[in-house]
């Protein structure tokens, strides 16, 4: 008997999305089935290009088809991504799917770092990715992406100035650090930097993105609060060392996010500087600031730990000259960091399919 489309649907509603939880008919996953004599081709549309269970779901349907339908048939199964948003509708970031806040309690753990592997680990997996760089502190974004003397572009639209991000290593960027030498960051702080931050929000022209990164100053303070009174954050990545007073800090940032009056939801947390690892004894792991301490934290709190990173002299050696790690090939580093970039993809995969999207936060005034 011929075979039809309604059995290759049949099929693949056996077939579970495991993060979701729901079948791949029922989710609306599954496209363009085509049927020519003993060839079946469809596609399988997942909510990230970086989902780390790619493969597994791929084998899954071909397992379902092959068992439900016919052991005979010759599958052609094309795995394709449409990253999932519950961003509000609005003139605010309109075709950025979502925001991602990383942010760390104390300075210099790395959050810039992670920022922009995570960055380029999520575009070579083929998302549209932007990083808005809002350290007024120390914007290294320009350095990491070896664009010092960049300038974004300004272009009217109806009658407004509107930014255009400059884009290097196919990431569009904007950094304070562009409007302003290191050496005059200093005057960046408070007001002016909390409307240059609202400017790179309200009149940049981000174009399509599936994923805006914003790169915090550490702490939390007026920039924390400028992002969630102007954007709808998607939710937060927190950047920790294992060592005491970082944990001690990270939690007061992950505590800014969550509490009530915020309420952005923690996509992940990182350890950074994790161990050390010498070359020559590739074996050995020393734990420099203290093992497993994000690990733990994670656990207490309740939030998705999404990976760890070991202290390499590639990664600070990439930094600094504007080729991050994960440009490199064959780096080991490069794939701790496509691990989380994937880990981060997932879970704001599954924060879409299961929290409503985050409000804004209303300025309050005193009357
Ligand atoms: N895993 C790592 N291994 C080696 N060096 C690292 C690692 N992570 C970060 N670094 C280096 O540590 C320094 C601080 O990192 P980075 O600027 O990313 O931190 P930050 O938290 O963004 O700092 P700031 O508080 O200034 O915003 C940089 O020189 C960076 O190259």
Redesign the pocket.
Known sequence: MAITEKDIIKALSTVEDPDLKKDLISLNMVKDIEIDGNRVAFTVVLTTPACPLKELIKNNCIEAVHKLVSPDLELDVHMTADVTSIQPKGPVLSGVKNVIAIS?GK????????TANLALALSEAGAKVGVLDA?I??P?VPTMFNCENAQPGVTSVNGKNTIIPIEQYGIKLLSIGFLAPPQDAVVWRGPMASSALRQFITDTDWGELDYLLI?L??GTGDIHLSLVQTASVTGAVV?TTPQKVALSDAMKGMNMFTSKSVNVPILGLVE??AYFTPAELPENKYYIFGQDGGKNMARRYEVPFIGE?????S??EG??CGVPVVMEDGNPAGDAFREIAKELARNVAMRNAQVASTERVEIKTWE
Do not use: A, E, H, L
Not at 309 to 313: E, K, M, R, S
């Open positions: 760390s300075g210099g753990v790395g959050k810039s770092t992670v350290d502190y120390g290294s790169d100053p550490p950047v950074n500087m990173i070991p202290i390499v002299q990664i600070r930094g600094d």
